[in-house]
């Protein structure tokens, strides 16, 4: 299981850190990804990093100011917000698979989602 937390309301340029804690079993070994949806569009891809922290990779909507890490050994991970826009805003979610990618078909497990909204 994924529980997602961290979001809430913030003025644009400002800063928020989404967490995801795992439970019930590791993902230390699968790769982890942040999606998100915004009211009327499908879910789209914002970031993963893999098992070991090897490899990382964004979607350029969000490159050079978000930053996704992983704490294996707290079965976490973070997506670091920075300079938000309020396109932005969405349900984040959290999601866990044994490959690698930006896909959502990589992901076998997946969080309840996080509202992040930010304001003009």
């Known amino acids: 299981q994924l529980q997602a937390s961290g979001g809430g309301l913030v003025q644009a340029g400002g800063s928020l850190r989404l967490s995801c804690a795992a439970s019930g079993r590791t993902f230390s070994s699968y790769a982890m990804g942040w999606f998100r949806q915004a009211p009327g569009k499908e879910r789209e891809f914002v970031a993963t990093i893999s098992w070991n922290r090897g490899r990382i990779y964004y979607a350029d909507s969000v490159k050079g100011r978000f930053t996704i890490s992983r704490e294996n050994a707290k079965n976490t991970v973070y997506l670091q917000m920075n300079s938000l826009k309020p396109e932005d805003t969405a349900v984040y979610y959290c999601?866990?698979?044994?490959?690698?990618?930006?896909?959502?078909?990589?992901?076998?497990?997946w969080g309840q989602g996080t509202q992040v909204t930010v304001s003009s």
């Open positions: 999601a866990a698979g044994l490959q690698y990618g930006s896909s959502r078909d990589y992901y076998d497990y």
